[in-house]
């Protein structure tokens, strides 16, 4: 079926913890194969706990092959070479990775603009240039990244323009591979969380974006990973900049 993901490789850059780990176990129960890149090894084995469980349910179903490896990037090309394997075999590729910075431009460093623009823009452009010669030539092809809060358009931040800048590029990235590859059977779609209940918040952190969102309270990372599923499957979906955040504004 055209739009089934089942059976097909899924390379998830950031999947040990958070959004990427909850993107993980929910392909897991849809029997893709999964190669999980994280940076910490003990999430990274708490991770494998959960899909030997996933795995166990399954009784007389098949079992989909799920690869963990533990890497740290640095700044180089290097990063790519490291990945290449794993992205010339992977049928889907999802980028999670990408550091938030919240500080003011005139105290805003040439290292912190250089490191935000790169793991949030050239690094996911890196791997989907790596990644598209592959699908071209299976026909076949999906690209899931992740932009920031009201990114989809040109806006002014006042406290994160660096952080909302390279992920308003991203954006523009994703609308262009849709326009190109389409035609390879390839989509590229990306998703603008709000504010989300994740691991890596303090409960006084929590409290305080909570209390900005319309409900009063955070989105579960569940509902983002269930959209993740929907928009993989989903081969008339390209070019999509998903909003998910509840109709926030500033």
């Known amino acids: 079926m055209e739009n ?22 929910t392909l897991a129960k849809e029997n893709v194969n999964l190669i999980v890149q994280g940076r910490n090894l003990e999430k990274l084995k708490n991770l494998e706990h959960q899909f030997e469980k996933i795995q166990s349910i399954k009784s007389n179903q098949p ?15 290097n990063n790519i070479t490291s990945l290449n394997l794993c992205v010339n ?4 590729l999802i980028v999670c990775y990408g550091p938030f910075l919240q500080k003011e431009l005139h105290n805003t460093t040439y290292e912190e603009w250089e490191s935000i623009v790169y793991w949030n823009y050239t690094f ?19 690209i ?41 059977g390839i989509t590229c779609n990306a998703i603008l ?14 409290e305080i974006l909570a209390a ?22 989903n081969s008339t979906l390209n070019g999509v900049l998903l909003n998910i955040d509840e109709g926030w504004m500033p």
């Open 63 to 77: 079992k989909n092959s799920i690869t963990l490896f533990h890497q740290n990037f640095t700044k180089n090309e």
């Open 144 to 184: 899931l990244v992740f932009g920031g809060t009201r990114t989809y358009s040109i806006n002014g931040y006042r406290t994160n323009a660096a952080y909302g800048g390279a992920k308003t590029a991203l954006c523009s990235l994703v609308k262009s591979v849709a326009a190109e590859y389409g035609k390879y």
């Open 193 to 206: 969380p709000g504010f989300m209940e994740t691991e890596y918040l303090s409960e006084t952190t929590k």
């Open 212 to 233: 900005k969102m319309p409900r009063g309270k955070l989105i579960p990372e569940k509902n983002v990973g269930e959209a993740a599923s929907f928009l993989l499957k």
């Open 124 to 142: 996911p452009g890196q791997l989907i240039s790596s990644a598209l010669p592959s699908m071209m030539k299976k026909g076949f092809g999906r």
């Open 4 to 25: 089934s993901i089942e059976n097909k490789t899924a390379l998830i850059i950031g999947g040990s913890g958070g959004l990427g780990k909850e993107i993980a176990l």
């Open 89 to 92: 075999s992977a049928d889907i």
